[in-house]
């Protein structure tokens, strides 16, 4: 029996993972990783993979980087954990104060205050709950919030209700909070306009609902988990201008989209808007450890703060036990660091153009229906679908040292922002290869 084997039938004997259907999880033959260096991965056989989805979106500069290492084994050196209810330390004041400098500018309010969170999840979780809080702290409560069609936000019940993934979330419906959807600006299915659909759609809602709506939430330019369906700076604009007209506040969901991903620090930078909160996780500590945040604009901040004559307390009651761990702090800021120093969002913007210029022939295969991307967020749409033909495709992928997953039947490429020309071309070649196998 193989290592990888034997570390299977132990899995498969204790383990429950994630968005997976164990009655085949075996069957599909699932990696064991056993050590990264840069953008490889290799198993427990000895195998290597070019590691083409930054192990969910999250590996910002590669696995291993020394300056990350090096600054999470000083903090453990120095304070491991300590609560950040009733107390602060230095890795968590220095990281706000990093988030706020690098946070967008524009259209709309300076965000000046760093709420922490775990993950993705739960920092959409904080931003709803200090959205509608807020409404109630400025007026009166409004229980509605707008998000859009195919959203995902996460998957702890007050994300799931903002989310449109049908998918992942219907079996929820009857546990979660009012949301109105709205027709999304990357849907395909709306035709050449989907654009101006998705605008009058976004108007009319808040036209008859603006009253009642605390705050309107979308991911920036790209849906990730709807397949990367990219979208017109434009909706972005005009959601800042709609929120600001009906005293509603704007959130962007940045959790994928930030931290470089589309070639710019934040996706809102592509339309020049800023928003009232906005999330941000996933490679946020380069991939090192499990931190996200939500960056407020002030007078969101300031409707929490208690004032002469409150009758009830402002107090955002919100938190968990490992808010702000100052190893997570410790990796977040040596990340964004060196983020800096290497030009990361220069060359994730350069890597996002050759990696378009690389998969304009794959475009024109049969089978593959569109490819989609903006900075290093690329998905790759191929058919039949229902047919598992997206992880047919990952698989004859990894057959060939690329280690990639789909969403559905949309092969997703997000490497390391840093990856290398040879290793971009490997990642195409070996993409290319595959869909010529599955669809031979």
């Known amino acids: 029996m193989s290592a990888s084997a034997s570390w299977i039938a132990r899995d498969a004997a204790a383990v429950w993972h994630p968005f997976t259907q164990h009655a085949a999880w075996t069957a599909d033959d699932p990696v064991v990783v056993d050590r990264a260096e840069g953008p490889w991965l290799w198993d427990v056989d000895g195998r290597r993979y070019l590691d083409g989805v930054s192990s969910l979106w999250t590996t910002t500069l590669g696995h291993g980087h020394p300056a990350i290492s090096a600054a999470v084994a000083a903090q453990l050196a120095k304070l491991d954990h300590a609560t950040f209810l009733g107390a602060t330390h230095a890795p968590g004041i220095e990281l706000a104060e990093a988030l706020v400098a690098l946070a967008p500018e524009g259209d709309g309010p300076e965000l000046t205050k760093v709420f922490y969170a775990g993950d993705g999840s739960s920092a959409v979780e904080a931003a709803l709950k200090i959205a509608y809080q807020h409404s109630a702290q400025t ?36 546990l979660l909070l ?18 101006g659909t998705a605008l009058s759609h976004l108007r009319s809602v808040m036209d008859e609902h603006g009253d009642q709506v605390c705050a309107i939430i979308v991911e920036p330019m790209v849906q990730g988990a709807a397949g990367m369906l990219d979208y017109d700076a434009e ?3 005009a959601a800042r201008r709609l929120a600001s007209a009906h005293g509603a506040l704007l959130i962007f969901d940045e959790v994928a989209t930030g931290i470089g991903r589309t070639g710019r620090m934040w996706a809102a930078e592509h339309a020049g808007v800023v928003p009232d909160l906005l999330t941000c996780g996933k490679g946020i500590t380069g991939g090192y450890l499990p931190l996200s945040a939500v960056l407020a604009a002030e007078h969101v901040y300031e409707a929490f703060l208690s004032r002469p004559g409150d009758t009830a307390p402002r107090t ?12 997570c702090c410790a990796a977040a800021l040596a990340n964004l660091r060196a983020m800096g120093e290497e030009d990361a969002v220069g060359r994730a913007a350069r890597l996002g153009e050759r990696l378009g210029k690389l998969l304009e022939p ?19 749409e191929v058919a039949p679908a229902g047919d598992r033909t997206g992880f047919r495709v990952c698989r004859a992928a990894r057959d060939r040292g690329v280690w990639l997953r789909p969403l559905g039947d949309t092969v997703v490429l997000m490497p390391p922002l840093t990856l290398g020309d040879d290793e971009a071309d490997l990642l195409v070649e070996a993409l290319d290869a595959a869909i010529d196998e599955v669809f031979a």
């Open 235 to 237: 909706f972005l604009r």
């Open 178 to 195: 009012e949301t109105i959807g709205v027709a999304s600006p990357g849907d395909r299915a709306l035709g050449p306009d989907r654009l």
């Open 362 to 380: 794959v475009a024109a295969k049969d089978g593959v229906v569109e490819v989609r991307r903006l900075g290093t967020m690329t998905g790759v």
């Open 139 to 174: 007026g009166r409560p409004r229980p509605k919030f707008v998000r859009l069609d195919h959203a995902y936000h996460g998957d702890t019940l007050g994300a799931v209700a903002v989310g449109g993934h049908d998918l992942f979330h219907e079996a929820y419906r009857p």
């Open 316 to 327: 955002f009651f919100h938190g968990h036990t490992y808010t702000a761990n100052p190893l």
